[in-house]
């Protein structure tokens, strides 16, 4: 069993930069494939960005060049560190291990960022 943590979201204006962090509980972290989804008002849930245990990373199109993955595996920590952000990335971003494709085994309780234009 592995419990999530999220931390880090708030309010910034267009163009700003937010650090997400997911601090997971258990001795298991360094095995899962961690990542992060969102999901915006009135809308489905989707992937944002994933980092396997060897630490490859995968990012959605809309994000790609702006948000960067990472994990500290010694402190059983994950981030997601957001650069120039857009109204558009207002959303619910929730941390989920063990991934596999659109679901996982694990999920975080979720933390709002809201970018205001």
């Known amino acids: 069993q592995v419990q999530l943590v999220e931390s880090g979201g708030g309010l910034v204006q267009a163009g700003g930069s937010l650090r997400l962090s997911c601090a997971a509980s258990g001795r298991t972290f360094s095995t899962y494939t961690m990542g992060w989804f969102r999901q915006g008002p009135g809308q489905e849930r989707e992937f944002v960005a994933r980092?396997?245990?060897?630490?490859?990373?995968y990012y959605a199109d809309s994000v790609k060049g702006r948000f960067t993955i990472s994990r500290d595996n010694a402190k059983n920590t994950m981030f997601l560190q957001l650069n120039s952000l857009k109204p558009e990335d207002t959303a619910v971003y929730y941390c989920a291990a063990s991934i596999r494709g659109a679901n996982a085994d694990f999920w975080g309780q979720g933390t709002q960022v809201t970018v205001s234009s």
């Open positions: 980092i396997t245990r060897s630490g490859n990373t």
